[in-house]
T-cell receptor
Framework: KQEVTQIPAALSVPEGENLVLNCSFTDSAIYNLQWFRQDPGKGLTSLLL?????REQTSGRLNASLDKSSGRSTLYIAASQPGDSATYLC????????FGAGTRLTVKP | SAVISQKPSRDICQRGTSLTIQCQVD?????MFWYRQQPGQSLTLIATANQGSEATYESGFVIDKFPISRPNLTFSTLTVSNMSPEDSSIYLC????????????FGNGTRLTVT
């Protein structure tokens, strides 16, 4: 059974800092690794999807990498802004994605 | 992407009753899933809704408690049966448009409170 772990559980940084969120998974036989953002009381917004044959994906200030052999993915956020404050979730698997517990990010002005 | 509509968006129910949540997608999708997000928690997969056949449930979830229907490629329902306060959660419908290599998209969820 796929298990997904995210560290740190919470992170507080000053505006402008570059940061890395970590995600690890136990079953390397995943089809996809997907990163989401969730704002308080809101639904999930998909940020990036990395297919199993890919190593990374980029969207604006976000870059996600995938290393299946080590069971790890990272989400890199460049030049963080207060609007980036949210909970970031990673999910991986096949025929149903399993979610990590999330990293709660606070970017202070 | 797809537009995913869930009804109701929220409800307050008495223990012992049942609630059926509907999920409607604006296009045909390959896979549909139901998730639960308990207060302060992450998402837990309940089951995969299979078109025209019984849903595939994850460990800890059973058909008697969470019956699921999926009569076609655009619609699914999840029923939460014989509810207790522990069932208070957000229930989310999720779809994958074209199968295993396509991203998951989520509806806005149904916020259920059981009193």
């Amino acid at each position: 059974k796929q298990e997904v772990t995210q560290i740190p559980a919470a992170l507080s940084v000053p505006e402008g800092e570059n940061l890395v969120l970590n995600c690890s998974f136990t079953d390397s036989a995943i089809y996809n690794l997907q990163w989401f953002r969730q704002d308080p009381g809101k639904g999930l917004t998909s940020l990036l999807l990395i297919q199993s044959s890919q190593r990374e994906q980029t969207s604006g200030r976000l870059n996600a990498s995938l290393d299946k052999s080590s069971g790890r993915s990272t989400l890199y956020i460049a030049a963080s802004q207060p609007g980036d404050s949210a909970t970031y979730l990673c999910a991986g698997g096949h025929r149903g994605m399993r979610f990590g517990a999330g990293t709660r990010l606070t970017v202070k002005p | 992407s797809a537009v995913i509509s869930q009804k109701p968006s929220r409800d307050i129910c008495q223990r012992g009753t049942s609630l059926t949540i509907q999920c409607q997608v604006d296009s045909q999708v390959t896979m549909m899933f139901w998730y639960r997000q308990q207060p302060g928690q992450s998402l837990t997969l309940i089951a995969t809704a299979n078109q025209g056949s019984e849903a595939t449930y994850e460990s800890g979830f059973v058909i008697d408690k969470f019956p699921i229907s999926r009569p076609n490629l655009t619609f699914s329902t999840l029923t939460v049966s014989n509810m207790s306060p522990e069932d208070s959660s957000i229930y989310l419908c999720s779809v994958s448009l074209t199968g295993n290599n396509s991203p998951l998209h989520f509806g806005n969820g149904t916020r259920l409170t059981v009193t």
